[in-house]
């Protein structure tokens, strides 16, 4: 309102506006616009971003590409001025239970192989899907163990280790997320507002209690109905 009608103070919010924009790196999902690596390329052209965090490449997932793929996406990637934010694992989502964890960690530490080549700085990974109708707090030391011993793989890598808040995770609402960050401080937090909302957490209580812990946001749309 303000700036609406004080022609000065309009110039002064643009100018900060501006300053803020041209200071942030926008990543992308890139494989929501193509599922080919050449599409993403495309599409991270037309919308002026800075690079993607990396999910899928050519309909495969990033983590279970060959060594010869992920050197062929770096170059296209480098030669068309972009580059990789984070690896969009999909470490950590598995049920707690019923999947097998020693293969997850083979998994695991082929993400970190992956992640060197393509010269990311930064893996994505989640705190494993608990059973329906059990009590997280039920499996809070099997997780802190799990993420652990991911910790402990990706040590003097140079790689950051990036919890994501996700629904039906073991984080999926704040108390739980601090709860992981506190025991791994190494840990850093992809912080998700839109993830929140669709657990019934208010976002605002959960940016005070993980604002220390985040390392990047995720920005999309969501309705507290789970839309």
Not at 126 to 142: L, T
Request: net charge negative.
């Amino acid at each position: 309102y303000i700036a609406h009608q004080c022609p000065r103070w309009n110039r002064r919010v643009n100018n900060i506006l501006q300053e803020v924009f041209f200071a942030m790196n926008i990543y992308a999902f890139a494989d929501e616009a193509s599922p080919m690596i050449d599409g993403q390329i495309d599409a991270l052209r037309q919308n002026g971003l800075n690079g993607l965090e990396i999910r899928n490449v050519d309909k495969v997932n990033v983590s279970s590409i060959s060594d010869t793929k992920a050197k062929e996406v770096k170059k296209k990637l480098d030669d068309a001025g972009f580059r990789v934010w984070s690896i969009g694992s999909p470490i950590g989502k598995i049920d707690i239970e019923k999947d097998d964890f020693d293969t997850h960690i083979e998994l695991f530490r082929r993400t970190l192989e992956i992640a060197h080549i393509l010269g990311a700085k930064h893996i994505r990974l989640f705190s494993f899907f608990i059973p329906a109708g059990k009590n997280p707090e039920d499996y809070r030391q099997e997780v802190i163990h799990r993420l652990g011993i991911f910790r402990d793989l990706a040590k003097g890598c140079g790689i950051t280790l990036c919890h994501e808040n996700e629904k039906e995770i073991y984080g999926d609402v704040a108390s739980r997320c601090l709860e992981i960050h506190k025991a791994l401080p190494e840990l850093r937090a992809v912080f998700d507002p839109a993830n929140f909302i669709q657990c019934g957490q208010d976002t605002w209580e959960a940016w005070e209690q993980l604002k220390g812990y985040v390392e990047y946001l995720h920005i999309k749309d969501a309705l507290s109905d789970g839309s």
